[in-house]
């Protein structure tokens, strides 16, 4: 406990409680914020984007871990 305080959800009094799940939205309000990210990009900051998709059939990974050491991440073609 943190400072003697139960943070448990259900002993959270709230005047209104949240009854929504915010982590998932639309598609359309996905692409709309896809499009302010991408006019933002090219008109605001007049700067081109260039994204490194990591390959990940071509990456070699630890059984165990699922993590990659530096040099073996393959990345497939850069998309502008």
Same mark, same amino acid.
């Given at each position: ?9 259900? =002993? *959270?009094?709230? !005047? =209104?409680? *949240?009854? /929504? ?5 639309? !598609?359309?309000? %996905? ?6 990210? /991408?006019? %933002?990009?090219?008109? &605001?900051?007049?700067?081109?984007? *260039?994204?490194?998709?990591? &390959?990940? $059939?071509?990456?070699?990974? =630890? &059984?165990? %871990? @699922? $993590?990659?050491? @530096?040099?073996? *991440?393959?990345? @497939?073609?850069?998309? $502008?």
């Amino acid at each position: 406990m943190l400072l003697g305080m139960n943070l448990k959800p259900e =002993n *959270i009094k709230r !005047k =209104n409680p *949240i009854s /929504r799940n915010n982590m998932f939205f639309s !598609k359309e309000s %996905y692409d709309f914020e896809v499009n302010l990210a /991408r006019e %933002y990009m090219e008109q &605001d900051m007049n700067q081109t984007l *260039i994204l490194f998709q990591v &390959d990940l $059939e071509k990456t070699k990974v =630890n &059984d165990v %871990y @699922k $993590e990659s050491e @530096k040099g073996d *991440i393959a990345f @497939k073609t850069p998309v $502008e």
